[in-house]
């Protein structure tokens, strides 16, 4: 049986993309290859407010302080908090969403598995976890990742298995992708990836997710998302405003809704922020 090193696993509505508003189990995974410090900070500058974060003070994540720059799930990857994300059996991780969702089976409950980045090494679990008995019914699936990572041969086999369709319904596999502009912090040649991104769209639905603070921003996601086209990319691209806590959220959103609208692209809220304040564990 595999396992998983899960970083949170909770029932919540999705806030962002095509499932906004769909309540939805979210399985993160622990373990990035990116940081993203450079979010909400001045150009050229990197956040170091997670490194405040004192790990030995903590036992759960809900306990842990949000923050304004950076990467907002911090925690899902940085080492300092490994111990906060037990290793589970793909076994105990069904039995546990059964717990959570209302009627203790998937009726339209969609399935998030996010991160940190989700198509890291753990492609090799996915099969065991979707193929158990307790995960029949589940119809659809969105893996949250940041574009940078190729589906091995195995796993894409069975990504297409999984979507065979079934007497009364035909599952669905999406990828919403969060490709990194220069505002994360990452280096360019490393989080735009195009030809890993087109290859996502022979397993599921894709779709490109910029996250943007500014103007310039966005045009960076513009021209961005013309070499993602150039590609040979095809799926639906949105903006979606910076924004781990409702301030900085609340001076983005409408801005950022306007350079969608100008710029004939979608424009993804991000709910679990006015909703729920972005909490750990929504
Ligand atoms: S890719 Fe996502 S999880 Fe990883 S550091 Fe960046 S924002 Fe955080």
């Given at each position: ?168 319904y035909v599952p669905e596999i999406t990828f919403s992708v969060s490709a990194k502009l220069s505002c994360s912090g990452e280096e360019r040649h490393e989080a735009i990836r195009p030809d890993i991104v087109c290859s996502y769209e022979e397993y599921g639905y894709t779709y490109l997710k910029f996250v ?71």
């Open positions: 049986m595999s396992k998983l090193k899960i970083a949170e696993l909770f029932y919540s509505i999705q806030g962002e993309g095509r499932y906004m508003g769909v309540p939805s189990v979210f399985l993160r995974t622990f373990g990035c290859n990116f940081k993203c410090a450079g979010f909400g900070m001045p150009k050229g500058e990197l956040s170091t407010e997670a490194n405040l974060v004192d790990p030995s003070k903590y036992s759960k994540y809900e306990e842990l302080p949000l923050v304004s720059t950076g990467c907002d799930s911090y925690a899902s990857w940085d080492p300092r908090f490994k111990d906060l994300s037990p290793m589970l059996t793909t076994d105990a991780i069904a039995e546990r969403i059964m717990e959570i969702i209302p009627f203790n089976e998937w009726r339209d409950e969609h399935l998030v598995i996010t991160g940190g980045e989700p198509l890291l090494g753990w492609q090799r679990a996915y099969p065991d976890l979707l193929r158990h008995p307790k995960m029949r019914g589940l119809k659809e699936i969105t893996f949250e990742t940041n574009g940078t990572q190729e589906i091995s041969k195995d796993f894409g086999d069975f990504l297409i298995e999984w979507q065979m369709p079934q007497v009364d943007v603070a500014t103007e310039e921003d966005a045009e960076e996601a513009i021209e961005t998302a013309d070499i993602y086209r150039a590609e040979g990319f095809t799926g639906p691209i949105y903006l979606m405003p910076v924004g781990g806590v409702e301030s900085v959220y609340a001076l983005n959103n409408r801005r950022v809704a306007e350079l969608a609208m100008k710029n004939g692209l979608r424009y993804s809220d991000r709910l679990q922020v006015p909703l729920f304040k972005n909490e750990w564990g929504t």
